[in-house]
């Protein structure tokens, strides 16, 4: 156990969905092929002047407003400059003194506990172009120059790796349920910069922050975050905590390590003013309130409404709100008044574990829930037992027919005490001669007469029932 209180503060950027770029008309799409999403102000071209995309900044505004932040009067964009090759135009819109947010706060949940998240603010930016290395050689694709990019900056309120990632989580859940980013890490569509000091319990100012540049993935967060506690508490811890300075150091997946590549004297001067070709927009309280409708449940708000509203169990409520997709069938089954216990069990259970299986995402998966509802019905009016719903939902679903083309009137369980009896009486009297042998020890005999039941009934007397009867009849 570490002795030092933590402090973390995250800087997420997030990539987001849209046709277009966010100041061009060239495709906003991951492309293998180098440099085919590119538009001349991409480029930097002379007498070329960005646009900026209405999409982006309304969905920049709509997550402005999830997270409870304050917007602006105006929609401003600064130029941040720097030169990098990978930088056409030798500075990066964004946003520096009136981003599209400030001062919000978010609520997740880690370890089963509620914990708000500050929000410094929310901006919009582009994002650079990205360079490939070559032996003795680098070169430019330009696909990525003037991607929309999200960045969201919290205060620093996180305390430890598991909230840094649980956060990490829940933002990305939440711009997926919001429908502005996929939040593919694997496409590299979000990145962080981590920020991590340590402090005595006491102490009234906060320790020496430094800063982890670009992790990209939510294990690396972690991993890089507990590296760095470990680092900088054994310096604490004897005696050399002048030697954490404030400085950028990168997180090296290989060795595992983070490791220094500037300190602050060498941070460089931005040089930010107001970016002159973009004209300031008026963000009217009407533009908020439409964009507001847009806003859908979000997981957690989901999650409380299923346990208290609907009875599902903790585990099974964190289940559906993984994905949008799961909270989009679930929803959908209730609408078609689906009992909600039985929706959530067939989701968490056979649902899930099939698309598992088939390797299909749910929006892809064959089983609508109109189809659940058929099989559903089917059982509720006893017309198909338990056993057999479960075959016509593997059936339905390998076949890819609906489960009503198996769902005939005749296979319903045969429940009743007296027809099964009177069954059993009939296959008794015609089997005296195994009866005798039972009698005499043979007793796996016992198995011989179930089967001659089923198949009188093709398989439809409830087997239970079946067991207890014969049992009965053998010890008269
Ligand atoms: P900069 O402008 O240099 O990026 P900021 O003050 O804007 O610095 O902070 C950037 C990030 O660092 C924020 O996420 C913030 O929460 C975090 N941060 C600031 N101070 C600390 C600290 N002492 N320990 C941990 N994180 C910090
Ligand atoms: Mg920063």
């Known amino acids: 156990m570490n002795k030092y209180k933590v402090v973390i503060g995250l800087e997420m950027h997030c990539e987001l969905k849209s046709n277009s770029?966010?100041?061009?008309s060239a495709k906003n799409a991951y492309s293998q092929i180098p440099n085919e999403n590119v538009w001349p102000v991409?480029?930097?071209?002379?007498?070329?002047?960005?646009?900026?995309?209405?999409?982006?900044?309304?969905?920049?505004?709509?997550?402005?407003?999830?997270?409870?932040?304050?917007?602006?009067?105006?929609?401003?964009?600064?130029?941040k400059n720097y030169y990098y090759p990978d930088l056409p135009k030798g500075y990066q819109i964004t946003q520096m003194d009136s981003p599209v947010g400030v001062d919000?706060?978010?609520?997740?949940?880690?370890?089963?506990?509620?914990?708000?998240?500050?929000?410094?603010d929310i901006h919009l930016e582009e994002d650079a172009a990205s360079l490939d290395h070559y032996f003795g050689t680098s070169c430019i694709d330009y696909n990525r120059a003037g991607v929309p990019l999200l960045e969201l900056v919290t205060k620093p309120c996180l305390e430890s790796a598991k909230e840094a990632v649980s956060f990490l989580e829940a933002m990305r859940s939440i711009y997926q349920f919001c429908d502005v980013s996929e939040g593919d890490?694997?496409?590299?569509?979000?990145?962080?910069?981590?920020?991590v000091s340590i402090m005595d319990e006491n102490d009234k100012e906060l320790g020496t922050r430094v800063e982890i540049k670009n992790v990209n993935s939510f294990g690396g967060v972690y991993d890089a975050i507990n590296y760095e506690i470990e680092r900088q508490s054994k310096l604490k811890e004897s005696g050399r905590y002048d030697e954490v300075i404030q400085e950028t150091r990168r997180w090296d997946e290989e060795s595992a390590k983070t490791i220094h590549m500037r300190s602050k004297v060498d941070a460089i001067d931005y040089k930010y003013f107001i970016d002159p070709n973009i004209p300031k927009i008026k963000i009217t309280k009407e533009l908020l309130e439409d964009i507001r409708k847009e806003i859908p449940a979000l997981p957690l708000e989901c999650k409380d409404k299923y346990i208290k509203e609907y009875g599902l169990s903790e585990y099974d409520a964190s289940v559906i709100i993984k994905e949008k997709d799961y909270v989009d069938y679930y929803e959908e089954c209730l609408e078609l008044?689906?009992?909600?216990?039985?929706?959530?069990n067939w989701l968490t259970t056979q649902i899930l574990g099939e698309i598992n299986h088939e390797e299909v995402s749910l929006k892809d998966f064959y089983l609508k829930p109109k189809y659940l509802k058929q099989i559903i019905d089917a059982l509720n009016k006893k017309t198909i037992s338990s056993k057999q719903a479960k075959d016509i939902f593997y059936k339905s679903c390998s076949e890819k027919k609906e489960p009503n083309s198996y769902i005939t009137s005749d296979m319903a369980q045969i429940n009743d005490k007296e027809v099964i009896s009177q069954i059993v009486e009939k296959i008794m009297e015609n089997s005296q001669e195994q009866i005798k042998q039972y009698k005499n020890g043979k007793t796996n005999l016992f198995d011989y007469f179930v089967g001659q039941v089923m198949k009188e009934t093709k398989g439809k007397a409830n087997p239970v029932l079946t067991k207890e009867i014969i049992s009965s009849y053998l010890q008269k």
């Open 21 to 24: 770029k966010v100041f061009s």
């Open 42 to 79: 991409d480029m930097a071209f002379p007498g070329t002047l960005p646009v900026v995309n209405k999409k982006c900044v309304r969905d920049a505004l709509k997550m402005s407003m999830v997270l409870n932040c304050k917007q602006p009067k105006y929609l401003i964009f600064d130029r």
């Open 185 to 195: 890490t694997k496409k590299g569509q979000i990145r962080c910069d981590v920020n």
């Open 337 to 344: 008044k689906i009992e909600p216990k039985m929706a959530s």
């Open 104 to 120: 919000g706060k978010i609520i997740i949940e880690c370890d089963g506990k509620r914990k708000p998240v500050y929000i410094h």
